[in-house]
T-cell receptor, first 111, second 112 residues
Framework: SQQGEEDPQALSIQEGENATMNCSYK?????LQWYRQNSGRGLVHLIL?????REKHSGRLRVTLDTSKKSSSLLITASRAADTASYFC???????????FGKGTRLSVIA | ETGVTQSPTHLIKTRGQQVTLRCSSQ?????VSWYQQALGQGPQFIFQ???????GRGNFPPRFSGLQFPNYSSELNVNALELDDSALYLC???????????FGQGTRLTVV
């Protein structure tokens, strides 16, 4: 079963604009991670935010986490055509449970 | 480059056959997980191995089985293939459970 639900399902923007994707989840987590997938191939890890963190930055990426609302957002600033991909959030709960993925947001950046 | 290699990249099998997919993880990564990703969906957890023992299992039938070897390689075996088994199968390794996962490029399995 899916734990995270990304919103929107699809997003189309112009190059240079910012893209924001949201993720909601249902149960308590240890950390939340964002991944990118190009053309149905392997997933690439983007950023991990722990449950005691509220915001994290990595280059053009900014991730926020609100554990009270069980939600996270991924912001990609100054988007490029190369950012076109599917983006997934994945949650890691406490203990031995594995990463649980949402259905993803398909981002299209138009040059 | 994640350091995780999967083989083969593509595979076509007939319904009822058996298939073995392989994964070579990063050295030192004791945890390996396998995921099934249907078209347009997120990855679904199949099972996880930690130090060569199954450590967790998703909602998949027993005909999905696996092995993890001391040399950080692992296998996913699927018996009695069904058409719905057609998907991208992803292997991911981690240094610890719940940590950042490093994914291979996947094996695209088509069952006809």
């Amino acid at each position: 079963s899916q734990q995270g639900e990304e919103d929107p399902q699809a997003l189309s923007i112009q190059e240079g604009e910012n893209a924001t994707m949201n993720c909601s989840y249902k149960t308590s987590i240890n950390n939340l991670q964002w991944y990118r997938q190009n053309s149905g191939r392997g997933l690439v890890h983007l950023i991990l935010i722990r449950s005691n963190e509220r915001e994290k930055h990595s280059g053009r990426l900014r991730v926020t986490l609100d554990t009270s609302k069980k939600s996270s957002s991924l912001l990609i600033t100054a988007s490029r055509a190369a950012d076109t991909a599917s983006y997934f959030c994945a949650t890691a709960a406490w203990g031995n449970t594995p990463l649980v993925f949402g259905k993803g947001t398909r981002l299209s950046v138009i040059a | 480059e994640t350091g995780v290699t999967q083989s083969p990249t593509h595979l076509i099998k007939t319904r009822g056959q058996q298939v073995t997919l392989r994964c070579s993880s990063q050295s030192g990564h004791n945890t390996v997980s396998w995921y099934q990703q249907a078209l347009g969906q997120g990855p679904q957890f199949i099972f996880q191995y930690y130090r060569e023992e199954e450590n967790g299992r998703g909602n998949f039938p027993p005909r999905f089985s696996g092995l993890q070897f001391p040399n950080y390689s692992s296998e996913l075996n699927v018996n009695a293939l069904e058409l719905d088994d057609s998907a991208l199968y992803l292997c991911a390794s981690s240094p610890t459970k719940g940590a950042e996962a490093f994914f291979g490029q996947g094996t695209r399995l088509t069952v006809v």
